[in-house]
């Protein structure tokens, strides 16, 4: 089973910067996508931005040239989500997920984390 650990979230004014961490660890074969989602009350959750095993990267149309995901050098199950340029629109939990496989012979699982609060004051 995977899992994950999020930190980073916070208050912060418009135009101001956080960055989100997010840590997988535990027993699987491999992830294969990893990344943020958010919901914003009374919102649906939308993916924000994810990288694959590949290096390839997705973001939504609202943050990009905005936010930035990437990966720790020297831990490859870690990401990292640079946000700058916030505004009070991105105010909203922030879930770190990943798309893994438990075994060789496994299906591809999604798994959650916990989610951080990121508040942006106007």
């Known amino acids: 089973q995977v899992q994950l650990v999020e930190s980073g979230g916070g208050l912060v004014q418009a135009g101001g910067s956080l960055r989100l961490s997010c840590a997988a660890s535990?027993?699987?074969?491999?992830?294969?996508?990893i990344g943020w989602y958010r919901q914003a009350p009374g919102k649906q959750r939308e993916l924000v931005a994810s990288?694959?095993?590949?290096?390839?990267?997705?973001y939504a149309t609202s943050v990009k040239g905005r936010f930035t995901i990437s990966r720790d050098n020297n831990a490859k199950n870690t990401v990292y989500l640079q946000m700058n340029s916030l505004n009070p629109e991105d105010t909203a939990v922030y879930y770190c997920?990943?798309?893994?496989?438990?075994?060789?012979?496994?299906?591809?699982?999604?798994?959650w984390g916990q989610g951080t609060q990121v508040s942006v004051s106007s």
């Open positions: 997920y990943c798309n893994y496989v438990q075994s060789y012979y496994s299906s591809t699982q999604i798994y």
């Open positions: 535990g027993s699987f074969f491999s992830i294969n996508v």
């Open positions: 990288i694959e095993s590949g290096e390839s990267t997705k």
